[in-house]
């Protein structure tokens, strides 16, 4: 948590969506920086595998801000999105402002 509270992020409106940019601003002033391609595909033999990934870091991540029962019930309903009639439901598991 320690780490958590110096990192900041922030929101480019020009950047490529398909690479993940870091930067690191060592306690001496140097500055490094890293970007990453993240949009490698996945051969669809491996997309099973790539949803069981993708959730478990939704979980690793979301679970102790909205609980794990709504973190579930959101990948639940992310995993039916096409038979969604709407996705009103699914916008009220993700806010913050949820009660129950």
Do not use: C
């Amino acid at each position: 948590q320690m780490l958590a509270s110096r990192v900041s992020t922030i929101a480019e409106q020009d950047r490529d969506f398909h690479l993940t940019d870091v930067r690191v601003r060592l306690s001496d002033g140097t500055m490094l920086h890293d970007a990453t391609d993240m949009s490698v595909a996945a051969p669809e033999a491996q997309l099973d595998e790539q949803w069981d990934k993708l959730v478990a870091k939704f979980h690793s991540l979301v679970n102790a801000v909205l609980g794990d029962d709504r973190a579930h019930r959101i990948v639940e309903a992310i995993g039916n999105l096409a038979d969604l009639d709407d996705v009103t439901s699914l916008m009220l598991l993700t806010s913050l402002r949820q009660t129950s």
